[in-house]
C-alpha cells in the first residue's frame, strides 16, 4: 500500500465516523422535534377547552355587571325618591310642628310666671367687646 492509499483510507475511516456523529445528531433531533410536534398538539387540545370556558366566564362576568348597575340604578331611584319624601314632609310638618312648640313654650312660660307669683329674672347681661348692647344703651340714656 501506497502513502497515498493509506491517506485515502484514513479519510475514509474519518468521514465514515463524522457522517455517523451526524446521523446520530439527526436522528435526536428528529426525536425531539416529534416531542415538540406532540407537545404543541396537546397544548393546543387543551388550549381550545380553557379558551371557550374563560369566553364563557367573560360573558357570565358580564351578566352579572348588567345585574349590578340594573340593582345601582333602581337604588339611585329610591335613594332620590326618599330625599324628595323627607324634603316634602319636614316642609310640609316642620314649620306647623316649630310653631305648636313656640306656642306650648310660650304657653308654659306664661303659666309658670302666674303661678311663682314671683317678679322675673333680670334678664342676663351681654358684654360684646366694642358694641353697646341696645338693653343697655336704653338704660344710660335715662341718666
Known amino acids: 500500500m501506497s502513502g497515498g492509499e493509506v491517506a485515502g483510507i484514513l479519510v475514509a475511516v ?39 370556558d374563560a369566553s364563557s366566564a367573560v360573558r357570565s362576568a358580564q351578566t352579572q355587571i348588567d345585574r349590578v348597575d340594573a340593582i345601582a340604578s333602581d337604588v339611585q331611584e329610591v335613594t332620590s325618591n326618599a330625599s324628595a319624601l323627607s324634603t316634602t314632609v319636614a316642609s310640609t310638618f316642620g314649620g306647623p310642628l316649630v310653631k305648636v312648640a ?13 303661678k311663682d307669683d314671683v317678679p322675673a329674672k333680670a334678664p342676663r347681661r351681654t358684654v360684646i367687646v366694642g ?13
Open 14 to 52: 474519518f468521514w465514515a465516523i463524522l457522517v455517523s456523529f451526524l446521523a446520530v445528531a439527526l436522528a435526536r433531533l428528529a426525536q425531539t422535534l416529534r416531542a415538540t410536534t406532540k407537545l404543541v398538539a396537546d397544548v393546543t387540545d387543551q388550549a381550545v377547552p380553557l379558551l371557550a
Open 131 to 143: 358694641r353697646t348692647v341696645p338693653a343697655a344703651r336704653r338704660k344710660n340714656r335715662g341718666k
Open 102 to 114: 313656640a306656642f306650648g313654650y310660650g304657653v308654659r312660660r306664661a303659666l309658670a310666671g302666674r
